[in-house]
C-alpha cells in the first residue's frame, strides 16, 4: 500500500496531526518535497512537536522515516530541529531515519540571497518565508549544489564547495553588493551541521522499492496545499516545488511505483500563511475571532495566518488536482463558538459568478459570495462517531463532502492524538 497526505488549499491544514495518527498503520513515511518554509504541529502523548525537515513518523519508534530526493535540506536547522525534538524524549538514529543521497543542501547563501531578494522587492515581494528555499531550488535546476551523497566524499567537498562559492559571489557581491561569501565558512558550516548526519545518508531508493517488495506499507508525506504547487498554484505566490499527490513517487525516489490512495487534508475553514489571492478572506471582528479560536499562526515562522471561510471553489479545484481518493476534515471543533458558520460558495470575477477556481489575473480580481450555514454552538471533542455529532455538524461535514465531491473519511474534533472520528 502507498498512500500520500497531501494538502488540498494554501497548507496549514493540518497534515502533521493527520501523519502521526495515520503513521500507526504504516511501516515507512517519507518526506519528498520542499524544506523546512513550512511546519508541521503534532501534539500526542509525549507533548507538542513542531517539524519542519523530519517526517511527521520520526515521533513513532517502529516506523521508517525517510526524506527523499526531492527535499531542499538545510542541515542546520535540522540540527537544531532533531535536538529539540531528542529533548522530548524521541529516540532519532539512522536504523529509523534515512536521508536520500540524492536530497539537495540549502547553504546559508541561499538563506542570505532569499533576503536580499525580498528586501529589494520590497512593496512587490512574494511573501518568502527567508528560508532559502527558492534559491536552492534554482540552483539545483541549475546543477550547482551539493547534495547529501557528498557527505560520504570529503575528499573532493571543498574543491565542491569552493567552485560553487565562485560562481555565486558573482550574485552575492556583484549583484547586490553583498560581502563576499568565504568558501572556508561554508565548509566549517558542512562539517559541523551536516557531517553528523553522514550515517544516515543512503540510497533511499533502493530502500523504499525493497519495503515495497517485502509488502511494508508507504505513507507518502507532502509540505503545503495543492494551491502553493509551482505548476497548479496561485503562481508566482507558490512554493518551489510541487506539492501534488502525482509527485510523490517520483520526490520520494521511487518513480517506477504508483500510489494506492490519495488522502487529502482539508480545513473545516480556510487559512492563509503569506502573500497572494486568498478570496475569502475574512476581515475584521470575524475574522480576528476565527483566528484565535483556531490559533493561526504559522508552525515555522509564527506569523498570523489569513483566515476565512470554508472555501468551496479552491476546495473543490485542490481536491480534484490531488487525485484524492479520501478527504481528511480537521479542526472542525474550532468552529463550535459559531452561531453562523461563513462558507463562501462561488467568486465574482466582473460582474460573474463563477465556481471553477480561476488562474492568474481573473484569480486577482476575484471577489467571495458567502452564504451561512447553522452552527452547534457546543463543544464536540468528546464526539467519536458521528452519530455522536450535533445535527448541525453531520450537515456541515455532508455538505463539504458533496461540494468537493469526495467521500470524508475523518473527522478531527480536537487537537489530541485519540480526538478524530473515523468515518468509515
Not at 521508517?64 to 538514529?93: T, Y
Not at 463558538?337 to 470575477?349: H, N, R, S, W
Request: with cysteine.
Amino acid at each position: 500500500m502507498l498512500t500520500a497526505v497531501v494538502g488540498i488549499n494554501w497548507g496549514d491544514e493540518g497534515k502533521g496531526r493527520m501523519v502521526d495518527l495515520l503513521s500507526q498503520d504504516y511501516d515507512v513515511v517519507c518526506r519528498y518535497q520542499g524544506g523546512n518554509n513550512a511546519g508541521h504541529t503534532v501534539v500526542n502523548e509525549r507533548g507538542k512537536f513542531i517539524l519542519n525537515l523530519l517526517p511527521s513518523g520520526i515521533l513513532r519508534d517502529e516506523v521508517i522515516n525517510v526524506m527523499g530526493p526531492g527535499m531542499v535540506i538545510d542541515v542546520e536547522h535540522l540540527f537544531n530541529e532533531a535536538a529539540k525534538i531528542r529533548e522530548g524524549g524521541i529516540i532519532i538514529e539512522p536504523r529509523h531515519l534515512r536521508i536520500s543521497d540524492r536530497a539537495t543542501i540549502c547553504m546559508p547563501y541561499h538563506r542570505l540571497l532569499d533576503c536580499l531578494e525580498e528586501d529589494r522587492l520590497a512593496g512587490k515581494k512574494f511573501g518568502s518565508t527567508r528560508r532559502g528555499i527558492a534559491p536552492v531550488y534554482a540552483d539545483k535546476y541549475m546543477k550547482k549544489t551539493l547534495r547529501m551523497g557528498d557527505l560520504r566524499h570529503p575528499e573532493v567537498l571543498k574543491e565542491k564547495i569552493a567552485d560553487i562559492v565562485e560562481w555565486k559571489n558573482l550574485t552575492v557581491s556583484g549583484g547586490y553588493g553583498h560581502e563576499p561569501i568565504s568558501a572556508e565558512e561554508m565548509y566549517q558550516w558542512i562539517e559541523k551541521f551536516a557531517m553528523p548526519f553522514a550515517d544516515y545518508v543512503c540510497d533511499t531508493t533502493a530502500l523504499l522499492n525493497q519495503c515495497e517488495k517485502e509488502g511494508k506499507k508507504i505513507l507518502f508525506e507532502a509540505q503545503l496545499g495543492a494551491l502553493r504547487d509551482i505548476d497548479f498554484g496561485i503562481y508566482p505566490y507558490t512554493s518551489s516545488s510541487s506539492t501534488i499527490a502525482a509527485y510523490a513517487p517520483i520526490g520520494a525516489g521511487v518513480p517506477n511505483l504508483k500510489l494506492t490512495d490519495s488522502i487529502g487534508i482539508i480545513k473545516a475553514y480556510s487559512s492563509c500563511v503569506g502573500e497572494g489571492p486568498f478570496t475569502c478572506e475574512l476581515f475584521g471582528e470575524e475574522g480576528d475571532k476565527l483566528r484565535e479560536a483556531g490559533g493561526e499562526y504559522g508552525a515555522a515562522t509564527g506569523r498570523p495566518r489569513r483566515v476565512g471561510g470554508f472555501d468551496v471553489v479552491a476546495s473543490k479545484y485542490g481536491t480534484m488536482i490531488q487525485g484524492c481518493t479520501s478527504l481528511a476534515l480537521t479542526k472542525l471543533d474550532v468552529l463550535s463558538y459559531l452561531d453562523k458558520i461563513p462558507v463562501c460558495t462561488a467568486y465574482e470575477v466582473d460582474g460573474r459568478r463563477i465556481s471553477e477556481f480561476p488562474s492568474g489575473e481573473e484569480l486577482r480580481k476575484a471577489t467571495p459570495v458567502y452564504e451561512y450555514m447553522e452552527g452547534w454552538n457546543c463543544d464536540i471533542s468528546g464526539c467519536r462517531t458521528m452519530e455522536e455529532m450535533p445535527e448541525a455538524a453531520v450537515k456541515y461535514v455532508r455538505y463539504i463532502e458533496e461540494q468537493v465531491g469526495c467521500p470524508i473519511q475523518y473527522v478531527s474534533v480536537g487537537a489530541e492524538r485519540e480526538e478524530y472520528i473515523k468515518v468509515f
